[in-house]
């Protein structure tokens, strides 16, 4: 079955500090895959979208990864604040955008 | 604009009771969907639509049914609520045009079913 594995193990980095998230899937193709920041009682946010014949997007001081090959997608964000602490979730589509698979996310501490 | 909004925002059940969740948005969306959320688990599709009058199932549909009679509007209705059904519920939308599959979501409702 199509899985979407996302570290459960909280990430804790230094104020200024690159934070690197990872998102790896199996027993999928998806035509593009997303990245959301979910805070604490709220919903998901969207941040970053990425096609499968992309291999890197940036927004500011975000930037994703895509290795179809490695089945695996990295988010980094640079110069990292106390204000991006949140669980940031991955998502795969196929063609058509309407069956996203969400994985559980990972959560951020980012310490000043 | 007020987005996605959800109500309610919190609601406690018995088990074997009903309930309807309203999600309502004003972006004009063609598309929207209702998702659950359980700890250590991604969001996960309970059932979607691809516009006015159209409803499809998603990866966990039992237990749920929803109705999509105006475009604005995306309802998931509970029959008989089972504790299995305590979770948060999320509704989101998107445009559904070509090369725009960003969603937008609402603030989550929390259901609890003793």
């Known amino acids: 079955s199509q899985k979407i594995e996302q570290n459960s193990e909280a990430l804790n980095i230094q104020e200024g500090k690159t934070a690197t998230l990872t998102c790896n899937y199996t027993n999928y193709s998806p035509a593009y895959l997303q990245w959301y920041r979910q805070d604490p009682g709220r919903g998901p946010v969207f941040l970053l979208l990425i096609r499968e014949n992309e291999k890197e997007k940036r927004k500011e001081r975000l930037k994703v990864t895509f290795d179809t090959t490695l089945k695996q997608s990295l988010f980094h964000i640079t110069a990292s604040q106390p204000a991006d602490s949140a669980t940031y979730l991955c998502?795969?589509?196929?063609?058509?955008?309407?069956?996203?698979?969400f994985g559980a996310g990972t959560r951020l501490f980012v310490k000043a | 604009n007020a987005g996605v909004t959800q109500t309610p925002k919190f609601r406690v059940l018995k088990t074997g009771q009903s309930m309807t969740l309203l999600c309502a948005q004003d972006m004009n969306h063609e598309y929207m969907y209702w998702y659950r959320q359980d700890p250590g688990m991604g969001l996960r599709l309970i059932h979607y639509?691809?516009?006015?009058?159209?409803?499809a199932k998603g990866e966990v549909p039992d237990g749920y049914n929803v109705s999509r009679l105006k475009k604005q509007n995306f309802l998931l209705g509970l029959e008989s609520a089972a504790p299995s059904q305590t979770s948060v519920y999320f509704c989101a939308s998107s445009s559904g045009g070509v090369d725009s599959y960003e969603q937008y979501f609402g603030p989550g409702t929390r259901l609890t079913v003793t």
């Open positions: 998502a795969l589509d196929g063609a058509g955008g309407f069956k996203t698979i």
């Open positions: 639509s691809v516009g006015e009058g159209t409803t």
